[in-house]
Nanobody
Framework: QVQLVESGGDLVQPGGSLRLSCAASGFTFSSYTMRWYRQSPGKGRGLLAVISTDGSTSYVDFVKGRFTISRDNAKNTVYLQMNNLKPEDTAMYYC????????WGQGTQVTVSS
């Protein structure tokens, strides 16, 4: 059974940091490109960061320098380190795996508020 389980979302003050995790099971994790997306209420789901099977990464402009995507193939887990969080980062965060199929997690809520 394929599963992607996100965790690490929380309520954090502006300027704070969080590390999101996405634990994968049921497929060959190391063969899949992994992505983090987010969705705010009333908005579509938007791509944030990508990490390929070779570890190369890319980011959308508005998270460059603040967010870092990484993966640990031994743990079948992808991470999103988020620093200097802003209220506009408040959203549900999702991970996605893509290769022979596309899989999504259920999301983890991040709220940035004082």
């Amino acid at each position: 059974q394929v599963q992607l389980v996100e965790s690490g979302g929380d309520l954090v003050q502006p300027g704070g940091s969080l590390r999101l995790s996405c634990a994968a099971s049921g497929f060959t994790f190391s063969s899949y490109t992994m992505r983090w997306y987010r969705q705010s209420p009333g908005k579509g789901r938007g791509l944030l960061a990508v990490i390929s099977t070779d570890g190369s990464t890319s980011y959308v402009d508005f998270v460059k320098g603040r967010f870092t995507i990484s993966r640990d193939n031994a743990k079948n887990t992808v991470y999103l380190q988020m620093n200097n969080l802003k209220p506009e980062d408040t959203a549900m965060y999702y991970c996605q795996a893509s290769y022979r199929a596309i899989y999504w997690g259920q999301g983890t809520q991040v709220t940035v508020s004082s």
